[in-house]
């Protein structure tokens, strides 16, 4: 049950970034970034299934509208115009992802043959893997409560895109892999290592596409994944995704969490099962735990990274919810490691409730980051949507 506190306050939050990042007024010039922008699309959507606002509906369409047209494009900074996809004006318009999605750094990508500098790659333009599955995430969220196909084929129209700039076969391996960071025009790797996590997005994503397509929108044409899935699957085996990391934990929760619901369907995510994801991310939820990060003073910490968290173990308690509802499933699948994980479900609290208080977002790294701090905010505190498939 969502208390009217918590309501009153994400409604404040989403308004002042709609206020802030030009969503709500032409007056201020758009500022998008896609991680913020996928996060605050499903927090629309959360407050219209919440209170059956049309505005806030109405909302969500129009950052979608915004992003696409803002991060599916070249940077005004580029001589390059357009569409990323090279699509002309009205077919980029009608599949806006053909292309990938910008991340909408604050500077443009490095050039080709310039040197890799670690510390200005963080600010520089270009694509991210685990963003763009943020994205279809979105787009599926848009598509089921809308009944608009056009949003279920704009994500698996960006699933394929991503899929085939990202991943790529290692030669001296010889096994499939896939780069971190890609150029704008995905061309180019700009960071050649893989994350964590990417295979793991990868294959949960797709599935999460390919479930929204069969359960609502049977008779439409729409490309397929099966190819990609293929990929996703070969590079998911026989891996670890533990990690200390919050941000990280609260991916992998999240995706034990879609995995959870497709089972529920009847739908198997080979090779990964809840009961995996569960136990890594228990392993790594104690290191964290042990490290005691959540007592240093609001300069040292990252918001977003800790809220990553606290949303991950709301998707714990959904998942309880959804074993204790659904009859049929046993209640052996509620292991020792979905006990303990929600005997931590007080860290959420905590870390909201710290996040929340003014003299926390006075902190520099608050400020530094407000848009995604106060956007993951308000998505641990209405996690609805963005824990629905």
């Keep these: 049950m969502v208390q009217h506190k918590q309501l009153v306050e994400v409604r404040k939050i989403m308004a002042d970034f709609a206020r802030l990042t030009g969503l709500a007024s032409n007056e201020t010039a758009s500022r998008r970034y896609l991680w913020t922008d996928a996060f605050a699309v499903c927090n629309y959507f959360s407050l219209y299934r919440q209170g059956g606002q049309e505005a806030d509906k109405q909302r969500a369409l129009d950052l979608i509208d915004q992003v696409h047209t803002n991060l599916g494009r070249h940077r005004r900074d580029d001589p390059r115009r357009g569409w990323i996809s090279d699509l002309d004006q009205e077919d980029g318009e009608n599949h806006p992802t053909r292309g990938g999605l910008r991340i909408g750094k604050k500077l443009n990508e490095r050039p080709a043959g310039a040197p890799y500098q670690e510390a200005r790659e963080w600010e520089q333009d270009g694509q991210y893997f685990h963003y763009l599955t943020k994205w279809m995430h ?7 409560i809308t009944g608009e196909p056009k949003y279920c084929r704009w994500a698996i129209e960006l ?6 700039g990202f991943v790529y076969r290692d030669n001296q391996e010889g096994v499939k892999r896939m780069y971190w960071k890609m150029s704008i025009d995905l061309s180019r790797p700009l960071v050649t290592s893989m994350g964590h996590h990417d295979p793991l997005d990868a294959l949960v994503t797709y599935h999460e596409l390919r479930a929204c397509r069969r359960k609502h929108f049977a008779g439409q044409e729409m490309p397929d994944l099966a190819p990609e899935i293929a990929d996703a699957e070969y590079m998911c085996r026989d891996r670890n995704w533990a990690t200390d990391d919050p941000l990280g934990l609260g991916g992998l929760l999240f995706d034990a969490c879609r995995v959870f619901q497709m089972a529920l369907g009847g739908m198997e995510v080979t090779p990964v099962t809840p009961q995996h994801l569960i136990a890594d991310a228990h392993a790594g939820l104690g ?21 990553g968290l606290s949303l991950g173990l709301r998707a714990v308690q959904k998942i309880k919810y959804l074993i204790e509802s659904n009859e049929r499933h046993t209640q052996s699948i509620l292991s020792n490691e979905i006990s303990s994980l929600l005997k931590a479900v007080p860290l959420a609290d905590e870390i909201e409730n710290y996040w929340s208080r003014p003299a926390s977002q006075k902190s520099q790294t608050w400020l530094d980051h407000r848009d995604i701090n106060m956007v993951m905010l308000a998505t641990s505190l209405l996690p609805k949507e963005f824990l629905s498939i």
């Excluded at 979105?138 to 089921?144: D, F």
């Excluded at 699933?159 to 085939?164: L, N, P, V």
Aim: aromatic letters at 6%; zero cysteines.
């Design 138 to 144: 979105a787009l599926e969220r848009a598509a089921v």
């Design 287 to 307: 290191v964290f735990v042990r490290q005691n990060q959540l007592s240093i003073p609001a300069d040292h910490r990252l918001a977003f990274r800790e809220l």
């Design 159 to 164: 699933a394929k895109a991503a899929h085939a």
